[in-house]
């Protein structure tokens, strides 16, 4: 029951004011320390000198830092200590980080580098009890071998249910009245609203929240339209809705409701250029992530009269200024965060962020994991240039897929010289669904999580082996991604079966690309790439190059590969900067290029 070795504290003057002083004694300890019967040992008489050795209990404790629901510290408390501390400093964070098993936060608390490296190691999960996990320091968390869990499913319909009371609130001025009257005043004329019967809604990102916002909106009267590059096309369907172009839901829609994750694609995604596709009066609703918005751009939009109304609950600063601009506008209505706050998801959250922290802390392979996993050391040498490729492969895969087709389906294939059995590729698999999804998605995938989260998203991931003649000493000789039905934003990445294609392999310990659809290319998979298909003809490299030379953009490579002399080429340039719209513009403009797709590795 007792453990007189399992914890040395060094005794801490500002938390015991007054220094122990008989050789058995009781101390009543914060609960972060459990029941606990302690000895001294006496190494000077000064105060700080003071060394305790705690006997403590088995239990191991976690800190809740933010509220949390009851049903969830109820089921914490029937395994670990719980010290709930609301509103603790950095600094209090940090000094009681030391004597914690787990912690569990929300949005509100940051879990910095600073934390993990003052937990002396004692740390073993972080609870994220939400979605959004952009507070915890996910690679300091990793380089201090601590596991972060979160709860993804739990706030969903609360999420919804705040988009839409935001959308009806802001049609219908509620807030702006409300304070009106208020302050004394009575102003029928100026609070006439629009109705939503008819109007045609545009859901951007149609992942969890998104289509629990259609459901709603549709029960509304409402025309809803969803852009979702990567949705799959029959959930759509299922719920009623039409996938459209990122330009079409823009211009079109008399409402647009944001729902896609804050990744580097959809940052700021609505700027100026976007606001002056968009139909004169539209209205906006964000309950996603403040980033997802240029701030500065929407308050000119607000100005021009582009945009009529934003109903707002997320921000890029949080809490946002005193005196921004956008929070003071008279056509916006905001929210602090509140999209998961009802009671119902809170107690959800709660429970499913209690249950994790238990099974993790209990060592159990956690579902909702989202920073890596521990993989034997022999296993991770041997693979380590193969995950690399393995994660790069599918990041190329999926940001070739067209927007409208939803990815269902992948085909990956191992080339090996070794026998079946002789090859486990649970880590490879990991690594290509973490490519295939990270960068459309705010999910973090690893070994531990990459199989649930497939599932969870209608993914399908099937594996074939070739096995090769040759020397086994190599694991592998190449591997292929395929992800079939669907279109691609570059067509010669479609394979003669109508697949997207890519394939690579290592080489000299770097993983390269090989074949792009029916195309044989061989560059090294850093940096970014810029595929093009032209008429093989002279002068192609030269004329590109220099665009990008005159745009100081780094090439450190060029590869091409061509059907027959003449013919068709697909030449593979990398690059170690992102060229501008403009040079990019430009590429596409030179006239033997007949399709060009820049990709972020
Ligand atoms: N305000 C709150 O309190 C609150 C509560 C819950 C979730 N959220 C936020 O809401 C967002 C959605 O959460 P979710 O649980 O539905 O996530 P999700 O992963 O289920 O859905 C996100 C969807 O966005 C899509 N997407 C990715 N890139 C896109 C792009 N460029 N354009 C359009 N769509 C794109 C993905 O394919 C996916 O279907 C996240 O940003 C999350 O952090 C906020
Ligand atoms: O990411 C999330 O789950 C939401 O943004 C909610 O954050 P919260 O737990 O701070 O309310």
Redesign the pocket.
Known sequence: MASTSAYHLTFIPSLYKTPPSSLSWKLSLPSTFGAAALRRRRRSNSTKSFVVVALMDAKPTVLVAEKLGEAGIELLKGFANVDCSYNLSPEELCTKISLCDALIVRSGTKVSREVFESSGGRLKVVGRA???IDNVDLSAATEHGCLVVNA?TA??I??AE?GIALLTAMARNVAQADASVKAGKWQRNKYVGVSLVGKTLAV???????SEVTRRAKGLGMNVIA?????PADRARAIGVELVT?EEAISTADFISL?????P??SK?LNDESFAKMKKGVRIVN???GGVIDEEALVRALDLGIVAQAAL??FTEEPPPKDSRLVQHENVTVTP?????TMEAQEGVAIEIAEAVVGALRGELAATAVNAPMVPAEVLSELGPFVVLAEKLGRLAVQLVAGGSGVKSVKVTYASARGPDDLDTRLLRAMITKGLIEP????FVNLVNADFTAKQRGLRITEERIVLDGSPENPLEFIQVQIANVESKFASAISEYGEIKVEGKVKDGLPHLTMVGSFGVDVSLEGSLILCRQIDQPGMIGKVGTILGEENVNVSFMSVGRIAPRKQAVMTIGVDDEPSREALKKIGEVPAIEEFVFLKL
């Open positions: 939400g979605v959004g993804p706030n969903t609360a999420a705040h951007m990102g149609f992942g969890k929240v998104g852009h979702d590059p990567y949705a990122f729902h896609m994750p804050l990744t694609a959809t995604i309950v996603a992530r609950d997320v965060h509140l999209g998961a706050s459309i998605s705010s999910v």
